[in-house]
T-cell receptor, first 109, second 115 residues
Framework: GQSLEQPSEVTAVEGAIVQINCTYQTSGFYGLSWYQQHDGGAPTFLSYNALDGLEETGRFSSFLSRSDSYGYLLLQELQMKDSASYFCAVRDNFNKFYFGSGTKLNVKP | DSGVTQTPKHLITATGQRVTLRCSPRSGDLSVYWYQQSLDQGLQFLIQYYNGEERAKGNILERFSAQQFPDLHSELNLSSLELGDSALYFC??????????????FGPGTRLTVL
């Protein structure tokens, strides 16, 4: 079946760099998406990889290796406002969408 | 603001009851998706509608049902509510049939509490 694995929690200090990994298993592959969600808020789209390699969007970058069924989200120059949960997500061959259980990022001063 | 609206924002009800959650997609979007997010969990895909037709179904319980109306708004009906149904319910919309999750825009959610 479909599954996505992410670390449950990561802690880093302000100004540092943090990497959040995601391994996935799905029938068919249509890209890996990353979302940010603050407590009680709606998920907001951060980054998307359809092909292998690195995609950069400001302080956020995302990487994909399809042969390894693996991707990561890289957050640079961490700010306190980056404290949130981060989810990776995929779609399968049956138009169903799957989200990982989320990685809670704690940014400390 | 994604342009997707959901009502109500909060809902408190008792076990055994039935509730209806409403979603209005972004202007021009034809697809609506419903997700359930239990405490400290990821989003669980429930169901997708495209232009009034059901297109994909996830792990939606038989006690739950949804529909999309001609004006494209959607309603999620939850019946015989149990304590475990307490969760955030998100609606998302996309222009067409989303090829990937990032094409979906999420509403602010409805927090359902079952007592």
């Amino acid at each position: 079946g479909q599954s996505l694995e992410q670390p449950s929690e990561v802690t880093a200090v302000e100004g540092a760099i943090v990497q959040i990994n995601c391994t996935y298993q799905t029938s068919g592959f249509y890209g890996l998406s990353w979302y940010q969600q603050h407590d009680g808020g709606a998920p907001t789209f951060l980054s998307y990889n359809a092909l292998d390699g690195l995609e950069e969007t400001g302080r956020f970058s995302s990487f994909l290796s399809r042969s390894d069924s693996y991707g990561y989200l890289l957050l640079q120059e961490l700010q306190m406002k980056d404290s949130a949960s981060y989810f990776c997500a995929v779609r399968d061959n049956f138009n169903k969408f799957y989200f990982g259980s989320g990685t809670k990022l704690n940014v400390k001063p | 603001d994604s342009g997707v609206t959901q009502t109500p924002k909060h809902l408190i009800t008792a076990t055994g009851q039935r509730v209806t959650l409403r979603c209005s997609p972004r202007s021009g979007d034809l697809s609506v998706y419903w997700y359930q997010q239990s405490l400290d969990q990821g989003l669980q895909f429930l169901i997708q509608y495209y232009n009034g037709e059901e297109r994909a179904k996830g792990n939606i319980l038989e006690r739950f049902s949804a529909q999309q109306f001609p004006d494209l708004h959607s309603e999620l009906n939850l019946s015989s509510l149990e304590l475990g149904d307490s969760a955030l319910y998100f609606c998302a919309s996309s222009v067409g049939l989303a090829g990937a999750p990032h094409e979906q825009f999420f509403g602010p959610g409805t927090r359902l509490t079952v007592l």
